[in-house]
């Protein structure tokens, strides 16, 4: 079992940044894909990134590229999403989420590729 904990969520104005933690424990960090998603009131969870177990492969949402960036950190067991150029329809709460390093890659998007969540954290932008 693998408990993630996000951290770093707030209110920021337009323009503002965020940067998002994941904490992982339970399970070797290192053999786990990491991804973000994030579920506005009334929408779907939606992607947003993910980052393969090796880090060698990132993807982002369309929404997202070129403000959002994802790390890790397999020291720390931690996962993070820093987000710049924030806007108000960034407004989510955003969710960590860990997969099997045995998933593939390309299905990462995918909420169902993922074998554990996080609780989440409320990010709000204000105009």
């Known amino acids: 079992q693998v408990q993630l904990v996000e951290s770093g969520g707030g209110l920021v104005q337009a323009g503002g940044s965020l940067r998002l933690s994941c904490a992982a424990s339970?399970?070797?960090?290192?053999?786990?894909?990491m991804g973000w998603f994030r579920q506005a009131p009334g929408k779907e969870r939606e992607f947003v990134s993910y980052i393969t177990w090796t880090g060698g492969l990132i993807d982002y949402a369309d929404s997202v590229k070129g403000r959002f960036t994802i790390s890790r950190d397999n020291a720390k067991n931690t996962a993070y999403l820093q987000m710049n150029s924030l806007k108000p329809e960034d407004t989510a709460v955003y969710y960590c989420?860990?997969?099997?390093?045995?998933?593939?890659?390309?299905?990462?998007?995918?909420?169902?590729?993922?074998?554990?969540w996080g609780q989440g954290t409320q990010v709000t932008v204000s105009s």
């Open positions: 339970g399970r070797p960090f290192s053999n786990l894909h």
């Open positions: 989420a860990a997969a099997k390093g045995v998933r593939v890659a390309v299905k990462l998007p995918t909420t169902g590729e993922y074998d554990y």
